[in-house]
């Protein structure tokens, strides 16, 4: 049994997380939590059976009674809480982004690797039994002749809204905490982006880390990292991105857009020759819908389409059984911080290429 415990209870972690740590209580004990507004760690705590509350993430991370933490605080504490934690004899599971900068990455994977503790990355898409199968199924990398990843979606309020509620801080997070936490995120951005970065750049910057982490990271897992980044347009404010990335002998296109038409449509298109495998993720924010894999096979005088799943296993759940695997029996930790590093080097290029055509 792993006792684990939750830093921010935010939105990820009462819509997604602990509704599935309910179901695993064979696997983990919810001991502890700390989030910076108490009237939300309260309710939260309360709601769920949570053990204890923290006032602090040191004190968390001190305890005698958390064996690991699931990081889910804002961005810009990933590293340093991730850090102290592995520090702390604790394992830990980082939300994704694992970190804003290469610099911070840098950092923590350092701690990371001097340490038998294990520190995963949340990339959840890369858990999809739909996902896993298209591994399976992928072909030869040499007769790949086309790849199209896309993220064109609105955003999840829309969606759980209708579903469920969310507590939000009741005017209780201190002052302080807020100007620090601005400023750190501020100091982050300006690294990455150099000083008085446009409003445009910053935004873009952040749907990368975030929304696109998913699929560039999962592109990565199938594909291996592309050459260079041929291409980046930004539009939009931000909230829109294409990418041409460079494997060799093939192209790969990269959609983001954020707006207000309800669709989710996250998934991937890759053909060989005769061949086609197409899958697409569901919102997360409305818990099991399905996933499938299309396999398309053609030949002069054939056509077959068939469909794997549907695959009702929520790609949360896949991630937090592999979590406890690597920590309690020495199962496979497939991204950890230093594969994040791949992404963080992809991010900055998207961006240089993006600056070119400006």
């Not at 620090?180 to 935004?203: K, Y």
């Not at 077959?304 to 896949?318: A, E, H």
Request: negative net charge; proline residues 6%.
């Amino acid at each position: 049994m792993v006792k684990l415990g939750l830093v921010g209870l935010g939105e990820v972690a009462q819509l997604i997380h602990l509704p599935i740590l309910q179901r695993l209580t064979e696997m983990f004990t919810l001991a502890g939590a700390y989030d910076p507004s108490p009237s939300v760690a309260r309710s939260i705590s309360n709601r769920w059976g949570i053990q204890q509350v923290f006032d602090s993430v040191d004190a968390m991370i001190a305890s005698p009674d958390i064996d690991a933490l699931l990081i889910m605080s804002p961005d810009q504490y990933h590293g340093r809480h991730a850090r102290a934690a592995l520090k702390a004899d604790k394992h830990v599971l980082i939300e994704k982004p694992c970190c804003l900068t290469v610099e911070d990455l840098a950092a923590l994977n350092d701690v990371a690797e001097q340490t038998d503790r294990v520190a995963m990355v949340g990339y959840m898409r890369r858990f999809a039994p739909a996902f896993l199968e298209a591994k399976k199924q992928l072909p030869a990398f040499a007769d790949i002749t086309y790849v199209r990843v896309r993220d064109v979606i609105c955003e999840g309020p829309w969606y759980f809204r209708q579903t469920d509620t969310v507590v939000t801080p009741k005017d209780d997070i201190p002052a302080s905490l807020i100007e620090e936490s601005r400023q750190l995120r501020d100091a982050m951005m300006e690294n990455v982006l150099g000083p008085n970065a446009p409003a445009e750049l910053m935004t873009a910057y952040s749907v990368l880390t975030g929304l696109s982490s998913h699929s560039l990271s999962a592109m990565r897992d199938l594909l291996g990292s592309p050459r260079r980044v041929i291409a980046a347009e930004i539009k939009q404010g931000g909230s829109q991105i294409t990418v041409l990335f460079d494997y060799g002998h093939f192209t790969a296109i990269y959609e983001c857009m954020i707006g207000g038409v309800v669709r989710f449509e996250a998934g991937f298109e890759i053909n060989s020759r005769y061949n086609r495998l197409a899958f697409e993720y569901p919102t997360p924010y409305i818990r099991n819908l399905p996933m499938v894999l299309d396999i398309q096979n053609s030949t002069d005088q054939d056509n077959s389409l068939t469909r794997l799943g549907p695959f009702y296993q929520d790609p949360f759940d896949v991630e937090l059984r592999a979590f406890h695997a690597a920590v309690t029996q020495g199962g496979e930790n497939r991204t950890p911080p230093s594969d994040s590093l791949a992404d963080q080097y992809l991010f900055a290029a998207i961006i240089a290429a993006a600056q070119k055509t400006d």
